[in-house]
Nanobody, 119 residues
Framework: QVQLVESGGGLVQAGGSLRLSCTAS????????VGWHRQVPGKQREWVAT???????IYADSVKGRFTISRDNAKTTAYLQMNSLKPEDTAVYYC?????????????WGQGTQVTVSS
C-alpha cells in the first residue's frame, strides 16, 4: 500500500509564496516520477509540474518562472515552491507519483491541499 500526503496549503495574499509538500509512505521500492496538479470546483484537473525519472522538471506555461518542483535526496518527499502567487492560482493542489512497490508499478494520488490566493 502506497500513500501520498500533501501539506502546506493555506491562504496567502497575491504576490506571496507557499511551499507544498508531498510525502510518500508505504511499501515503496522506487518513486519513478512525481507531479503536481490542481483543480478548481467545476473544472477539470489541470497539470502543473512534473519531476521526471531522469531528474528533469517541466512546467505548465501558466506557472513557469513562478513555481519550482523538487524532491529531497531520500526521494520520499516532493515539493512545490510557489512564488508570485496570483488569485487564479487558487485551487486544490494534488500530488501524484508513479511508484514501484510491493504490488508492482502504479500511479497514486494524494488527497489534496487547498491553496487560496486573495487579491
Amino acid at each position: 500500500q502506497v500513500q501520498l500526503v500533501e501539506s502546506g496549503g493555506g491562504l496567502v495574499q497575491a504576490g506571496g509564496s507557499l511551499r507544498l509538500s508531498c510525502t510518500a509512505s508505504g511499501s515503496i521500492f522506487a518513486i519513478i516520477a512525481v507531479g503536481w496538479h490542481r483543480q478548481v470546483p467545476g473544472k477539470q484537473r489541470e497539470w502543473v509540474a512534473t519531476f521526471t525519472s531522469g531528474g528533469s522538471t517541466i512546467y505548465a506555461d501558466s506557472v513557469k518562472g513562478r513555481f519550482t518542483i523538487s524532491r529531497d535526496n531520500a526521494k520520499t518527499t516532493a515539493y512545490l515552491q510557489m512564488n508570485s502567487l496570483k488569485p487564479e492560482d487558487t485551487a486544490v493542489y494534488y500530488c501524484n507519483a508513479r511508484v514501484t512497490g510491493a504490488l508492482g508499478t502504479g500511479d497514486y494520488w494524494g488527497q489534496g491541499t487547498q491553496v487560496t490566493v486573495s487579491s
